[in-house]
């Protein structure tokens, strides 16, 4: 397993460390994101599957009781920040995948990795956390671009809301246009999901 120190430098920090990742996803294409989305998640799974892994085995010889923890779960938490409710899903995870042979054998050396603060604490489940909130987020830009291109195909311009407030008229979603005159022909409370476009778009040109 790699250790990785995030020490005090803003820029070696949890937070710091998803700024570099945001200014170097800005000009990538949606493709590019998708491709990039797909891999990361692999290794998040397999990352997760190590976790699980080991803490399964702390579990099972009861390895906890020699730093003095009455329970894995205590071990855990005190030592790598990590919840009960976290705890039980790695566990769960493992559990599920299958023999332990085959588990270890999904887990690649190089994607075993663990980060740590200034001070030794393990913020792994917050840096991943965070990672799959920008994952989510990178899905969402990528399906919104989709939509966009399936109106132009069409001849249409699909256009998303920028109010802040959510009302019965404008519903923080999609809007279809016409490509020449600029009216509404669909979506008119801005009601529309992205795969919503899609599907109209697609629709109307086969």
């Known amino acids: 397993m790699t250790v990785i120190s995030l020490n005090a430098r803003k820029d070696h920090t949890a937070c710091g460390l998803m700024a570099q990742i945001k200014a170097e996803i800005a000009d990538m294409s949606p493709e590019e994101l998708l491709a990039g989305l797909t891999s990361s998640v692999a290794r998040m799974e397999t990352q997760e599957l190590e976790q699980g892994r080991l803490l399964s085995g702390i579990r099972d010889d009861e390895s906890y009781k020699e730093h003095g923890y009455k329970s ?25 995948g299958g023999t332990q042979e085959q588990q270890q054998a999904d887990v690649a050396p190089e994607h075993r990795y663990t980060f740590v603060d200034e001070n ?11 990672a799959e909130r920008i994952q989510e987020t990178l899905k969402e830009r990528a399906l919104e671009a989709r939509a966009r291109r ?56 086969e």
Do not use: H
């Open 150 to 205: 399936a109106a132009k195909r069409a001849g249409f311009r699909a256009i998303k809301s920028r109010a802040r407030t959510y009302c019965f008229s404008n519903q923080l979603g999609f809007q279809v246009l016409d490509a020449f005159s600029g009216f509404p022909v669909y979506g008119w409370n801005y009601e529309l999901t992205a795969q919503d476009v899609i599907d109209w778009c697609t629709d109307d040109t």
């Open 120 to 130: 030794g604490k393990d913020v792994t489940a917050e840096v991943y956390a965070e």
């Open 72 to 96: 894995v779960y205590q071990f855990a938490e005190k030592e790598l920040g990590i919840s009960t409710r976290e705890t039980n899903r790695l566990m769960k995870k493992y559990a599920d």
